[in-house]
């Protein structure tokens, strides 16, 4: 399927050991040409899984040679997760490192 795992075994227990509920954080990246999963999430509250999608914008801003961080997203659509209803899996798009590449959580 094209999907590759960035960081086999990263698997975050936001429940305690008593999660129902795996969820997985996906990259797609330039508009779906690389699918990446970048960690597992047991919980049973998808907002604790969202907030661990969030720390990721940092991260990935930092990846682009000449990006200048979080300064050089662009195109931004929902990278601070305020428009993601309660309850509801997080979903972010930005260009990245002045237009360098793009990626959707």
Same mark, same amino acid.
């Given at each position: 399927l094209g999907v590759t795992?960035? @960081?086999p075994g990263a698997i975050h227990d936001f429940s305690g050991g008593k999660g129902r509920r795996l969820w997985e954080? $996906? &990259?797609l990246w330039n508009g779906g040409s690389r699918d990446e999963i970048d960690c597992l999430c047991w919980s049973n509250d998808v907002g604790a899984v $969202? =907030? =661990?999608a969030l720390k990721l914008w940092p991260r &990935?801003?930092?990846r682009m040679p000449c990006g200048d961080g979080m300064s050089g997203l662009g195109c931004k659509d929902n990278v601070d997760g305020s428009r993601t209803r !309660?309850? @509801?899996p997080y979903n972010g798009?930005? !260009?990245l490192g002045y237009g360098q590449a793009s990626v959707m959580i």
């Open positions: 795992c960035r @960081m954080i $996906n &990259l $969202n =907030q =661990q &990935l801003a930092a !309660t309850g @509801m798009f930005a !260009t």
